[in-house]
């Protein structure tokens, strides 16, 4: 089937070129392939603002239950209960509902000082330096304390944890994701979980293991041992891995808007504004996948029941129709309605923390850092075909 014919353009999330700077072929398929069809890999993409939306927007079509990412989609495989990203109701509202418990907006906003301790852990002992790099000494330390302490993870052990779990989003450059290492780091929360069993405390892991709900067939119960672990897994990686990138992505956009940066030094209340335009300019998930569950036509063409299809977050968030001159940077620009962390139903239960974390991070690095320039031929990106963002960014401090 070939539904971009009479044009030469070609987009897939795997392609190493696309990823360093997927905008331009964003920007082309809002213009002339609004629906897009990818031979090579079979599976069809929607770019602009209102298809993304829908797709988030109408559940009964666009499904969760075969997984959020390409390959889980494309293989078949049965997705581990518990795995709330992956679900449909009714399984989704009751499992979803579990987790909404610890993300509480009180509990969130409780962690702030907490937060701006592990800043200053890390960056404290960068100071005096002429450089760093972002992602490891800064990006990379604060998000892992902050979802290892509301797990229970011991501290010592936090670090291998975060390693463990991020390796399993990297892939061979050009190449998919492993099937298999879509959950391959489950069982390494085992002892932890055990170890909590016995001793309880104040964190997800107990509160999870002793909380008490119905499940879809009317019975009143507890978590199973494997779906604590899935559960625990879910909230592991995706309180990660995105909010390393997201610290990342601001090292480099507000290096790059040194202007707009001094503003925001002088001014702080421009803080929560500029972490939202972030969010919008450079999402850490550029496109997130949907099973279709049932025939249905967009941009007048039928896409089969059966399909593949990724909602191209990143070309939404720049979408000109929704937000005016989307590929310009502006502080200044109210973010209301990006799609960064979905829409609807399976809006992000941790965006509330993802954004406290991003706010207190550049709080904290501004208040130590007010000027800095990025290294960008000694910069990395991640090799990854899930999340998008910096593995190494190196900065120089004038």
């Known amino acids: 089937m070939t539904v971009t014919s009479g044009h030469d353009l070609y987009y897939d999330p795997y392609d190493v070129g696309i990823n360093a700077d997927p905008y331009p072929v964003f920007r082309r398929l809002r213009e002339v392939a609004q629906l897009y069809y990818n031979e090579r890999y079979d599976f069809f993409a929607v770019s602009r603002y209102e298809d993304v939306e829908r797709g988030f927007k109408d559940r009964a079509t666009f499904i969760s239950g075969r997984g959020g990412i390409l390959e889980l989609i494309k293989s078949g495989i049965e997705i581990p209960p518990g795995t709330v990203i992956f679900e449909d109701p009714p399984t989704h509202t009751i499992h979803r509902s ?167 030094v002088e001014d702080r209340s421009l803080v929560n504004d500029a972490i939202e335009e972030i969010l919008r300019f450079e999402p850490p998930a550029q496109h997130v996948g949907r099973y279709v569950a049932r025939d249905v036509e967009i941009h007048g063409r039928t896409v089969p029941e059966g399909s593949a299809m990724l909602l191209l977050v990143g070309a939404a968030n720049r979408d000109e129709r929704r937000f005016p001159d989307g590929d310009t940077f502006d502080i200044h620009r109210k973010v209301t309605s990006h799609v960064t962390f979905g829409y609807g139903a399976h809006f992000c239960l941790g965006a509330a923390l993802a954004r406290l974390e991003g706010r207190v991070a550049l709080d904290e690095l501004l208040n130590r850092f007010p000027e800095w320039e990025v290294d960008l031929a000694s910069a990395e990106l991640a090799s990854t075909s899930t999340v998008r963002g910096w593995e190494t960014l190196p900065v120089v401090i004038p």
């Open 98 to 264: 579990l987790l909404s418990r610890v993300f509480t907006p009180r509990k969130v906003a409780a962690l702030e000082p907490r937060i701006r301790q592990y800043c200053a852990d890390a960056l404290d002992p960068l100071i005096g330096r002429s450089g760093f790099d972002l992602v490891r000494d800064f990006a990379a330390q604060m998000p892992m304390r902050v979802i290892g302490m509301l797990l229970g993870i011991p501290d010592q052990d936090q670090e291998a944890v975060r390693d463990r779990v991020d390796a399993n989003l990297r892939t061979e450059a050009g190449r998919p994701m492993q099937q298999a290492d879509a959950f391959a780091s489950g069982d390494m929360f085992a002892e932890y979980i055990d170890w909590r069993a016995d001793h309880p405390s104040d964190d997800i892991m107990t509160e999870l293991m002793h909380a008490e709900f119905e499940d879809e067939t009317g019975t009143r119960r507890r978590l199973t041992r494997d779906e604590l672990l899935t559960y625990v897994s879910v909230v592991a990686g995706a309180g990660n891995e995105t909010t390393t990138r997201l610290i990342g992505w601001t090292g480099k956009v507000l290096a790059e808007h040194a202007d707009q940066r001094r503003e925001i």
